[in-house]
């Protein structure tokens, strides 16, 4: 089975990067799509932004001067990189596996504090 | 960005009822519409794809619909494992987009 897993520090403080790794197992990432969401506290969902098994990316235009997704083809992981954090980019992100009938597969997600 | 309107916002049902959820977007997404239920804690899993195909392994009592720009979810015979949040999601276009959620509550 498809196995997502992100990593990265629990706390940002204001102004800094926020910089998450999803280590994917079983499952090739040069295959399909594999993106990025996040689960405000309140529960509003944010699609981020993805990378195609090409290695195109797409970011959601809210995000987009923020944004950087990259990929390291022969550890199978894909990075999310957000500049400039403020307290609202406080979430629970996800890693996830994008298909044309929906995302499939899913990380347990990393819930993330921007706080001083 | 298309916009998805979600309701209820919160659903408190009985064992053995049947519910429904309704997501209404902003314009025609031409059944593609995903249905997600997540559970404390855990991540979202994937019930229903293009409006109305059931995922692999997700219990026949989930079943999707749609009418125009309106998409349901049903939930038969409700059991208490139904219990968490349900959102949709659109991927029509991008950005993708999701409702805002439905938090069910089983009596």
């Known amino acids: 089975e498809v196995q997502l897993q992100e990593s990265g520090p629990g706390l940002v403080k204001p102004s800094q990067s926020l910089s998450l790794t999803c280590s994917v197992t079983?499952?090739?990432?040069?295959?399909?799509?594999w993106g990025w969401i996040r689960k405000f506290p309140g529960n509003k969902m944010e699609w981020i932004g993805h990378i195609s098994y090409s290695g195109s990316t797409s970011s959601n235009p809210s995000l987009k001067s923020r944004i950087s997704i990259t990929r390291d083809t022969s550890k199978n992981q894909f990075f999310l990189q957000l500049n400039s954090v403020t307290t609202e980019d406080t979430a629970t992100y996800y890693c996830a596996r994008l298909t044309t009938e929906g995302i499939d597969y899913w990380g347990q997600g990393v819930m993330v504090t921007v706080s001083s | 960005d298309i916009q998805m309107t979600q309701s209820p916002a919160s659903l408190s049902a009985s064992l053995g009822e049947t519910v429904s959820i309704e997501c209404l977007a902003s314009?025609?997404?031409?059944?593609?519409l995903a249905w997600y239920q997540q559970k404390p804690g855990k991540s979202p899993q994937l019930l229903i794809y293009y409006a109305s195909s059931l995922q692999d392994g997700v219990p026949s009592r989930f079943s999707g619909s749609e009418s125009g720009t309106q998409y349901s979810l049903e939930i038969n015979s409700l059991q208490p494992e139904d219990e968490g949040d349900y959102f949709c999601?659109?991927?029509?276009?991008?950005?993708?987009?999701f409702g805002s959620g439905t938090k069910l509550e089983i009596k």
């Open positions: 314009e025609d997404i031409y059944s593609n």
């Open positions: 079983n499952y090739s990432i040069t295959n399909n799509y």
């Open positions: 999601q659109q991927s029509y276009k991008f950005p993708l987009t």
